[in-house]
């Protein structure tokens, strides 16, 4: 079930960043346009391409650690026996969680901190943006726990 959880919200996720990547792209583009050939600056562009980039960054980051091409330290863990191979996996996930659990909470803390304040262009509230932050700790927590579940279900050679 959890499995089934973490391909549907990667489905999802790699849809959405396919369209923000093309917002992105058309809101740049219309700013070059208008700054170059227009002679006027859309106030508002910029502010949206970075919003953009750091959520395409966070989510970005969840499906390639779903995909499982993240970079990785291969020539070490390729020496390993079958059963420190599994180990390794287990400590790796086990800190792993750790990290989207900091993620999760300490996100939510700050974006409940600066909750109040306003970017001036969009007139956003921060959290908005800051929300990526639990929200990728949030994915990439329910990618873990489905990585170590079946990692566990797996005989030890099954690497």
């Not at 026996?81 to 909470?105: D, G, H, N």
């Not at 932050?133 to 690497?159: N, Y």
């Amino acid at each position: 079930m959890i499995a089934k959880a973490s391909f549907l919200i990667n489905l999802w996720i790699e849809r959405l960043l396919c369209g923000m990547g093309l917002t992105m792209t058309l809101v740049v583009a219309v700013q070059v346009f208008f700054r170059y050939v227009m002679n006027h600056s859309l106030f508002w562009s910029e502010e949206l391409a970075r919003f953009l980039l750091v959520w395409l960054t966070f989510l970005g980051a969840t499906s390639a650690y779903y995909r499982k091409v993240h970079p990785g330290v291969d020539f070490v863990f390729d020496k390993l026996s079958p059963v420190q191979k599994k180990t390794a996996l287990v400590i790796s996930s086990a800190a792993s969680m750790v990290l989207f659990a900091v993620m999760i909470i300490y996100g939510i803390q700050f974006a409940w901190f600066v909750r109040m304040q306003i970017f001036p262009a969009l007139q956003l509230p921060k959290w908005v943006v800051l929300a990526v932050i639990p929200v990728s700790g949030a994915i990439f927590m329910v990618h873990a726990v489905s990585f170590l579940l079946h990692l566990l279900k797996r005989a030890p050679h099954d690497h």
